[in-house]
């Protein structure tokens, strides 16, 4: 059972920058691919990016490409969202969710992961 943390989140301004972490509580952590979701009030759960278990890949929502930066310290069971050039769109409470060996292709979907934190609100003010 992985109990994931997420932490970080606030409220910043247009073009600010924000690191988020998800912190995980399995020894094995370093086996696990993790994704990063978001939801905004009124609208469903996004994908917003992912880095895998094995080769660390990395892979990101259209609309986050070239801000956000997923990385990851298996010695600190910790994975970070790095988010940069904020802008108000991206207002929403971040989770993190794990999956065990997952190398597939459907990254992007909810029902790959197994485990998900409670998230953290991020507001960006205009």
């Known amino acids: 059972q992985v109990q994931l943390v997420e932490s970080g989140g606030g409220l910043v301004q247009t073009g600010d920058s924000l690191r988020l972490s998800c912190a995980a509580s399995?020894?094995?952590?370093?086996?696990?691919?993790i994704g990063w979701f978001r939801q905004a009030p009124g609208k469903e759960r996004e994908f917003v990016g992912v880095?895998?278990?094995?080769?660390?890949?990395?892979y990101y929502a259209d609309s986050v490409k070239g801000r956000f930066t997923i990385s990851r310290d298996n010695a600190k069971n910790t994975v970070y969202l790095q988010m940069n050039s904020l802008k108000p769109e991206d207002t929403a409470v971040y989770y993190c969710?794990?999956?065990?060996?997952?190398?597939?292709?459907?990254?992007?979907?909810?029902?790959?992961?197994?485990?998900w934190g409670q998230g953290t609100q991020v507001t960006v003010s205009s």
């Open positions: 969710a794990a999956e065990m060996y997952y190398s597939g292709s459907n990254y992007a979907r909810e029902d790959r992961y197994t485990y």
């Open positions: 399995e020894r094995t952590f370093s086996s696990y691919t």
């Open positions: 880095i895998t278990w094995d080769v660390l890949r990395t």
